[in-house]
């Protein structure tokens, strides 16, 4: 079965930053694009950062110019740099990804990883 498994998160100060991966694992055929997502409480999730094989990218207005999204695919992997983190970016990020399975290479799916806490606080 495919899985995603992100980490990286964890208790920063306003300022600080974070790195988060997901690494995606199983029966890989291929894997599209890739993003990622947050959800802080009360909140519906909403798209951060997302990614097209190694280059074209979208962020979010808000995170622009702080948040950097890249990947490895050579290691079925997408990465989160978050610097000048703000109270605001306060949320669990979940890594996201369309992927074709050796058993189905026809039929692309999307997965969610179960997310990571992130907390920006003083």
């Known amino acids: 079965q495919v899985q995603l498994v992100e980490s990286g998160g964890g208790l920063v100060q306003p300022g600080g930053s974070l790195r988060l991966s997901c690494a995606a694992s199983g029966s890989i055929f291929s894997i599209g694009a890739m993003a990622w997502y947050r959800q802080a409480p009360g909140k519906q999730r909403e798209l951060v950062a997302q990614?097209?094989?190694?280059?074209?990218?979208n962020y979010r207005d808000s995170v622009k110019g702080r948040f950097t999204i890249s990947r490895d695919n050579a290691k079925n992997a997408v990465y989160l740099q978050m610097n000048s983190l703000k109270p605001e970016d306060t949320a669990v990020y979940y890594c996201n990804a369309l992927i074709r399975s050796h058993y189905d290479v026809p039929t692309p799916a999307t997965y969610w990883g179960q997310g990571t806490q992130v907390t920006v606080s003083s």
């Open positions: 990614m097209i094989s190694g280059s074209y990218a």
